[in-house]
């Protein structure tokens, strides 16, 4: 409970560029995660193509072997490809939770300045 010995008078105008100077930092807070939202989606979207590359160059090889009997993929060449589609999907994943990290925090963030702006 308050005594009122804690409450220090302050001027409109100080009162203003303090709220001001806050809706600023939370802008920049926000923009920031914004910035770091959308360079995870294009991590994800390059590594959803590089997949997709990958695919297409695995069906490649087997339409070539297909064509000509003697061009097979190696069990090894098989086995590094699907190493790299294994670490691709690592990725993505974790691209992924950064990202939905990222928007929880961001909705924290949204969520205080709405409280901050409201007075409460």
């Known amino acids: 409970m308050s005594t009122g010995d804690d ?6 105008r100080e009162f203003e ?3 001001e100077a806050e809706r600023r930092n939370v802008a920049e807070i926000a923009k920031r995660l914004d910035e770091r939202v959308n360079a995870a989606e294009d991590k994800a ?5 590089a997949t997709g590359e990958l695919a297409q160059k695995h069906n490649d090889l087997i339409h070539s072997g297909e064509k000509k009997e003697s061009t097979y993929a190696t069990k090894d060449e098989v086995q590094r490809m699907r190493e790299d589609v294994s670490v691709i999907r690592t990725a993505q994943a974790k691209i992924a939770g950064a990202s939905i990290i990222g928007s929880v925090f961001l909705a924290v963030i949204i969520n205080l300045v709405i409280r901050l702006a409201s007075g409460s």
Do not use: E, G, T
């Open 7 to 12: 409450i220090i008078p302050v001027s409109w």
């Open 17 to 19: 560029a303090a709220r």
């Open 45 to 49: 979207m390059a590594a959803n193509n």
